[in-house]
Structure formats: C-alpha cells, structure tokens
C-alpha cells in the first residue's frame, strides 16, 4: 500500500461542534487512506460523522461553530487544511467533487440544468460560454439524459433524474476523487438501481475515486473496494469490502450485519444492538462502543482501543476481538459471520 | 394526580409549572411587574393620585414639571400625572379588552378558515379581505358611529376593526400545521375537531399570536385616542392617555413634557407587555425548557 | 391460505381518487384483497404507488371514493361518525416520521393518554395513568420518560411513543405506515422486534407499508405488492421473494442491493420513471416499463387473478412467466 502514492491521507483529524450543550465531537483522531481509483464506502449511523468528515476533506464545516481541532488532510501529498479559502474553493468541484443527499434541493430551481452544469466548466476551466454549454450537453448525454432536455428546468425532472443531472454536474470538471453522501437514499429501489448502474458505468469510462457515504451495506458491497466503519466520531473497522463482510470484526460492525433482515434468509428475531448511540457531548471513556458491546472487559472502559491490523490490510479497534481472533483456529481467520 | 411508583405525572399544563419557568426569565418578571404595577394605579386612582382629574386651575396651566406637579399640567392647569394615572384605567382596558376581541374572533375565524379549508375557508377569507380593504381607523369610525359613543362601544368598534389582520395571520399557521402529520394522529384515536384546534393547532400557534398581540395593544390605545379627538370615544374630560397624546400635540413645540409623559406611558406598557409576551411564549413552549 | 384462519378485513373494489388540477389522480384504484385475523399483510411498492393513501382509507383517515371495507363482515365506510369513533378503539396507525406525528408541546404521558382520554377509557386520574406506565413499559420505554417531551428523545424513542398511543385502546388491527423508514438500522431492528414479540403477545394484526423489501419480508406473513394504484402480485412472502410472477416484482426486487460481497444478481433495470397516476391511460399501468410487454397489455386492463391458492397475479402473461421463471 505503501509503495502506491495515495490520493487521500487523513491523519489524526478531530472536529467538534460548540454548541449550548456542550462540545459535540463529530469527528475524532480519524485516520483514513485512499488510493487513486480507489472506492470507498463509508458506512455509519446517522451521527457517527461520516458527513463531518466529508464536509472536512471539501473545507466546508460551518465555522462557527464548528472547528477542525486536530488533524491534516493530505490531498495528493498536500494538506488542505493549509490552503487558503481561494485555493479551496478551486479545488472544491475542481479535483474534489461532491453530490449530496436530496437532490430536490441541491439544485437551482430557477435555472436551466445545462446552464447549471456550464456554471461548474466556467468556475473552473478557461472556456468561453459556448464550448461550456457544449461540454453541458456533453455531460447530460452521458448520465444518460437526452440533448433536448437540455434546457429543461430541475422541476420538469423526476427524483432519479434530477439525482443524474446532479451527478453531470459533478464529473463536469472531471474531478479526481468525487464524495457521494448517501445519493441513492431519496429514491425508490428502482430508481436507486438504474443510478448505481449509471455511476457503476461510469467508472468505467472515467477513472474518479470514490468515497461513498452511505448506511447501506449493499450499496456498499457492490460499489466499493474498501469500508470503514464509523462510530461515534471514530473509524472502528476498516478493510477490503471481502474481508469485512466475509469477516467482520468489530462488535459494532458485526451488530450492524445481524441488524439488517437478510432477504434470502428466514429469522424469527433479528439480533440487535443494544442500546443507543452516545451522546455526542459526553462520550464515554475508552471505547465508546463498550457501554453497547456484548464483549467488554473491564479494560475497554478505560483504554482507548488502538487500530490494530489482524490480517493483511484488515484493521479493527478492539483488542478484544484481536484477542478472540488470534486465538481462534489459527491461520483459517476468526469469526464467521 | 401521580402514580404511585414513578415519578409525579403531569396531565395539563400546569400553572404552578408556568410560573415556576417564568420566574426564571428577568425580563417577563420585570414585564409582569410593571402590568401589575399598572393595574394597581388604576385600580387604585381614586386614591393614590394627587389630584382630581377633571380639576382646572387656569391660572397655573402649562406648568413645567415641578414638586407640585411632578408632570406639569395641561392647558386647563390640570394636573398631567393624575392624569395619566386615571387614564391608564382606560387605556388599559381599551388596549387589553380591544385586542381581547381581536384574538378571540380572529382566532376563532382563522382557525376554522385554516382547518376547514375549502368553501368555508373562501367565504371566511374573503369576508376578512373586504374588511382588510378599508383602512382600519375608518372601519372602527364606522363600526363606533353605529354603535353610538361609549367606552365599551368604542373598545369593540376597535377589537372588530383589528379582527382580519390576527384571521389572517392564525389562519396562515393553522393551514402549515394542519398538514402535519400529529394532527392526523389525533384523528386517528378519535379526537374531535374541537380538541383538534385547541389542543393540537392553537398552542402550536402562540408564538405569531402572542407577538401581534402585544404590538396590536399600542396601535389599539391609538386608535382609540383617534376615536375619541373625534367624539366616538371618551369624552372628555376623562382622561386616556391617546387622547392626552394628540391633545398635546398642539403644544409641542413650547411644552413637550404634554405629550413625552402620556407617550412614555404608552411605550412602557407596550414593553412590559412585549417583555411579559415574549417570555410566555418561551416558557410554554417546551423545545426552549431549560 | 390456512383454511381455519377468520378473515378480520375484506377490502372490495376499494378506490380512492383526488381531485388535482391537472385531473383526477388515482391513488388507490379498485383493490381487493382480504387479511385474516393475526397474521401480518405486507404492502410494498413505490413512492407514489398509493400504498399509504391505502393504508389511511382502509382505517377512514380519508374517506373512499367508492368500495368497502368490512371489519368483521361489517362496512365500516358506511358508518355514522358516532359510531366510526367507537370503531377507532378497534383500528390503529403508526405512522411514519416519529418526528411530525407527536405534537411537540405534549410531554410523553400526555401524548399516551390522549387515546384514553378523547375515549374517556378510565373515569379516575390515576387508573389512567397506571395504564399509561403500563403502556410504557410494554413498548420499552423508561418510566423516568414520562415527562419528557418529543424533541428530547431519539427517533426510536419517539416512535415507541407512536407505538404506545396505537396500542392504548387495545385494538385488533393495526396500520403500520413505513414504521420504520425514519430510522438506523440499529435502531430499526430494534422496534422490528419489539413489533413481532407485541404480535406474539397480543395477537394483533398489522398491515405493514414499507418501500423496503428486506424489512417487508422479515415481518410480513403475506405481501401486496403495489403499482400505480393497483395490486400487482400477492402472495405468501416465501413465493414472492423464491418465484416473483409480475415483471414489476421482479424488477424490483433485483433491484435490492445485498449486503454480501459477490452476489450481485442479475439486475432488470427497468426503464424511465413511474408515470404520473393522474388520469392513467387503458390497458396494464406497468405496460410502459415492462419488458415482456405486448399489444394486448395496451388495450386490456390485467385482473388480479389467482394462479395457484395463495397466490395471484395481475398479468396478461403471467402462466408463461411462470414457466420461465420456475427454477
């Protein structure tokens, strides 16, 4: 991994939110690595900070009241959190790209969709308005939306396509890493399935990496090479999507596989999590997890559970499934799912 | 009530609770305080104020404020500070009652306007927009000359005259809150339409309620200074602090202490009210508990 | 089906439209379907499919354009207002957003009483609030709760609240509108749960509206699958996921991403947009995006049809799909 120059580099990276409650700390000592072509499927609850974090790597925490504490974020070998505003907002849609959640409202209402897409070209390629409205065309033809809708406004658009329209936007400057925070939630399952196939194919065509933010694990399993898992702020899990889903590790991302119903199989009760996710001002000592985590020695409650690899580019935080998994039949990898 | 075993159950709202939140915000409780003080004076006028209002002395009119006469006097050598403190008796009345009106009927006809929709809401729309149409001072002197002069006529001729601006203001709230989906949810256990509106819609609208109305009190004691300049209220000499406004006017220029003393008085209990509005809202609204 | 279950529900020729200015819009259009006392029925389908406007007529939320609805062999769309409120005792919805459907200025015991008192179950104070701690405890929620109000809680939380006020008035039959959709997974198995052992306990019977197919299956008994306001396939839940009949189930349920690494099934990636339900065109609704699509299903409007016990279908061809799907 080492000798593969990475694309994306984030070391030690702490956010928090001042709020009346108290400090929420959204992200903490996160630590993550992308290489160039890489996917990446960042998986969490809602409040595990996965958003956070993406809005860090773009240079966009409202600030106040949020603050990047700690941290670097190196893109391409160099830190973005040392660029001035005006180079990030060159990179912002430039060399980083990001689609959001809704895309009823990431879009202007009032203006045509190819010029919203030629809007993008000009901010960041020296064109004239003509050959950006070309390369809008461009751009729409290959999401999968014909010329003539061209100058058609987002509300003559369905959810699905207004979610294309927003992806054209994207790779119009063709970008090299493209963050997708959960793009597929506002649409129905057929409409989320014609999207995937769509940004399936272009990958192929185009040689983005991808960080998709996402709760669900099939997304994930069929879009992305790598996943971590967030909780509460913290990277818990992180490897190839092979070995995570054939190999869990971590309590957390072992309750998030028994908590979704299996389609193709039949179980009376689903194994659940107990408990809820912790408040976010006060978070518990050591192991955030381990108030939850059926596992726990007394340990976890005071040690802060370091990132250790238990097979080759498989990392968890949890010395106590390390535990486990070393001493379980040894070489055939620990626990099955 | 309380059950046994768990901790103590509140049913309604409590006023015991209210007060006890409210005691907590400064700025209500000064609020309250200055409205108590001022009911106390016009409770008490009779009594506590130096001088009979209607008592003329041409000889010491237009008398600068001084240890005899703390506010001066008038044109009539009457003196200010009594009268004010009588007036606040009915400007009080009329501010407070007159409102009153307008929130009950435009709370009612609002309400029904927004929840009912449809017909209902057309024909009680447009009703309040040809009252809207006519400028509200000119309604009032209409409604007040039908009614015959009086207080108590005058303070209905100026609540009615108010009423649109509050229908349409409650019916905008109610027509947002009706969609959403707690208001189903009663439905759905079998609430009435009545509880629907005053248990679930109405408190969720207090908050444009309460601001309009504190700021209505003000335009209220004007108007109905206004009705009385022209004999449709009060007659004089009782005195009423709109009235001692524009009667001060006049006199502006060489003795402004006429019109600062009734004009502070009105801006004083226009704030007390703001205050004492301001922190009702906060206190009954559970989101801001704590 | 099971020849000794009762038939709690029958719904016939059911149909629901609105007014809109563009026409009129067929929200739910002449469905049937009947539901035996106990068992689960799944509805699942798309934004848009009428599914929850369904779910709403079935209890009179909204009132039917035409069809019945009989509780017990009795049509409740005939029922006098006065009568109607008895019967909200026996019929309940959960709704979907825990978040907009609790009024925000009711504190958690006031919500859970409502129910008990706009019905005036208990005369005393406080058998009334003994039944609402019972209630709290029966859906798992701490008693140090009670005072608390909506927007302190989590979503979760919250809909245990929804839960509990469905459940004070004892019904038999209860609506669940996407109970879950709003919620983590986490906490989404968690209230799964809780709504499987409540069935177990009390016997209830749960119409279950979700756009989820994975969570649809894990409760349902049963499942409709709707499309455009009309029930395309119905079907115990093992036959629809082993052998879906309907182009549209199919499709829509290769569509399920599957959390497991290479399993990607063979997607039918259905073409374009559900089309708009106002005044829908003659002949099958599906017939725009399906690929097996022929003349007749421009012309012919399919019937639901029973193709074998338990199961139906509305399909032109669905005897041939049959044949070429059986594995």
Redesign the interface.
């Known amino acids: 991994m080492e000798n593969k120059k990475l694309l994306l580099d984030i070391q030690d990276l702490s956010i928090q939110y001042d709020t009346e409650g108290g400090t929420v700390h959204a992200v903490e000592h996160l630590n993550l690595t992308l290489e160039h072509g890489e996917n990446l499927g960042f998986v969490g ?2 409040g595990a900070g996965k958003t956070t974090t993406a809005l860090g790597i773009m240079g966009l925490i409202p600030n106040p009241p949020g603050i990047i504490a700690d941290g670097k974020i190196f893109f391409e070998g160099e830190d973005l959190l040392k660029k001035s505003e005006r180079q990030m907002r060159d990179i912002r849609g430039g060399k980083i790209a990001m689609i959001f959640q809704d895309p009823m409202t990431s879009l202007n209402p009032v203006m045509t969709v190819d010029k919203q897409i030629a809007e993008m070209v000009l901010l960041h390629n020296d064109v004239s308005e003509q050959q950006a409205l070309e390369r809008a065309v461009e751009m729409l033809e290959m999401v999968g939306i014909k010329k003539e809708r061209a100058h058609d406004f987002p509300h003559q658009f ?4 207004k979610q294309r329209v927003v992806i054209a936007i994207a790779l119009a400057c063709n970008p090299i890493l493209l963050i997708a925070d959960e793009p597929t939630t506002a649409l ?7 999207v ?2 769509l940004m399936h194919e272009l990958r192929r065509k185009i040689n983005t990496s991808l960080i998709m933010i996402t ?8 879009m992305c090479d790598k996943v971590a898992i967030m909780y509460a702020g913290r990277v818990v899990e992180y490897a190839s ?2 070995a995570l ?2 190999r869990p590790a971590h309590p957390y991302t072992e ?10 199989r039949d ?7 107990q408990g ?2 912790p408040d976010p001002t006060n978070l518990p000592s050591g192991c955030s997890f381990h108030p939850r985590c059926p596992y726990a020695i007394d340990s976890c409650s005071s040690d802060m559970p370091p990132m250790v690899e238990i097979e080759a580019g498989h990392f968890v935080a949890c010395p106590v499934r390390f535990e486990h998994w070393k001493n379980a039949a040894d070489g055939n990898g620990g626990v099955k799912r | 009530m309380s059950g046994n075993t768990a901790p103590r159950m509140k049913s309604e709202a409590g006023l015991l609770d209210i007060w006890r939140r409210l005691r907590k915000n400064p700025l209500a409780m000064f609020g309250l305080f200055i409205v108590v003080l001022l009911i106390f004076f016009a409770i008490t006028a009779d009594v506590i104020a130096p001088y009979k209002y209607y008592e003329q002395n041409l000889i010491n009119s237009f008398q600068s404020p001084s240890k005899e006469h703390l506010f001066g006097t008038d044109e009539f050598g009457r003196d200010i500070l009594s009268r004010i403190i009588h007036g606040s008796r009915i400007s009080l009345q009329v501010g407070l009652i007159a409102v009153g009106i307008s929130v009950i009927f435009g709370g009612f006809f609002g309400a029904v306007a927004g929840y009912y929709g449809g017909r209902i809401d057309n024909l009680i729309m447009r009703g309040m927009d040809i009252l809207l149409s006519i400028p509200s001072i000119l309604l009032a002197i209409a409604i007040a000359a039908s009614l015959g002069p009086g207080l108590y006529n005058m303070m209905v001729a100026v609540g009615i005259s108010t009423t649109p601006q509050y229908a349409r203001i409650i019916r905008g709230s109610v027509l947002s809150l009706r969609g959403q989906e707690f208001v189903e949810a009663a439905k759905a256990v079998g609430s009435s339409d009545t509880r629907i509106i005053m248990k679930h819609i109405l408190p969720n609208c207090l908050a444009p309620i309460i601001v309009q109305s504190t700021l209505g009190v003000a335009s209220a004691i004007l108007t109905a200074a206004g009705l009385s300049f022209i004999g449709l209220g009060i007659q004089p000499p009782t005195p009423e602090w709109g009235a001692m406004l524009s009667g001060g006017r006049e006199y502006i220029r060489d003795y402004a202490y006429m019109t600062v003393f009734p004009g502070l008085a009105i801006m004083i209990t226009i704030l007390a009210l703001n205050f004492l509005g301001d922190g009702l809202r906060d206190v009954l609204d559970p989101k801001l508990k704590r | 089906m099971n020849p000794n279950a009762k038939t709690i529900v029958e719904v016939n020729n059911l149909k629901k439209y609105f007014h809109t200015k563009k026409g009129m819009l067929h929200a739910v259009d002449d469905v049937s379907f009947a539901i035996n006392k106990g068992e689960t029925l799944g509805l699942v389908g ?2 848009g499919c009428g599914k929850s406007t369904l779910g709403r007529v079935m209890i009179r939320l909204l009132e039917a354009t035409s069809g019945e609805v009989k509780f017990w062999g009795n049509d409740i769309l005939k029922y006098s207002s006065s009568k109607m409120k008895e019967m909200r005792k026996r019929v309940q919805i959960v709704f979907q957003d825990p978040y907009s459907s609790l009024n925000p200025r009711l504190a958690v015991s006031e919500l859970i009483a409502e129910p008990l008192l706009v019905n005036k179950v208990f005369r005393s104070a406080s058998e009334r609030s003994k039944k609402i701690l019972e209630l709290m405890d029966t859906v798992g929620l701490a008693k140090r709760l009670v005072n608390s109000y909506p927007h302190e809680l ?1 979503g ?1 939380r919250r809909q245990r609240i929804g839960i509990a006020r469905s459940l004070a008035l004892s019904p038999e039959f209860i609506v669940l509108d996407e109970p879950v959709s709003a919620l ?7 209230v ?2 809780l709504l ?1 052992s409540l069935q177990k306990q009390f016997g209830y019977t749960y119409v279950f509206i979700s ?1 989820n ?3 649809v ?2 409760v349902s008994d049963r499942i409709a699958v709707m499309y455009l306001g009309k029930i395309v396939e119905m079907s115990d839940y093992q036959s629809l ?1 082993k052998e879906p009949l309907h182009p549209y189930t199919q ?2 349920l ?11 099934r063979d ?1 039918l ?2 073409e374009g ?2 089309p708009s339900p106002i005044e829908p065109p003659e002949g099958c609704r599906f017939q725009g995006r399906c690929f097996y699509r022929q003349d007749i299903c421009k012309e012919k409007t399919p019937e639901l049809r029973e193709l074998e016990p338990g199961r139906s279908v509305a399909c032109h061809f669905a005897r041939q799909l049959v044949r070429t799907n059986g594995r």
Do not use: W
């Open positions: 609850e809602t369905s959810g699905g396509m129905d399952v057929t409409i989320q399935a014609q995937l196939e709760h669900d694990l099939g997304i994930v399993a069929e999507t092979e889903y054939n309750g998030l596989f028994n908590s979704i119903p299996d389609i193709d179980e009376e009760e689903l194994k659940v999590i809820l996710l | 798309e934004s989590d979760g983590d997974v986490c906490i989404q198995a968690q799964l749960n499987n756009h197919l994975s969570v299956k894990h996921f499709a829509l290769s569509a399920i991403p599957i959390a497991r690494v290479g399993q990607k997607r990636i259905l947009d559900v």
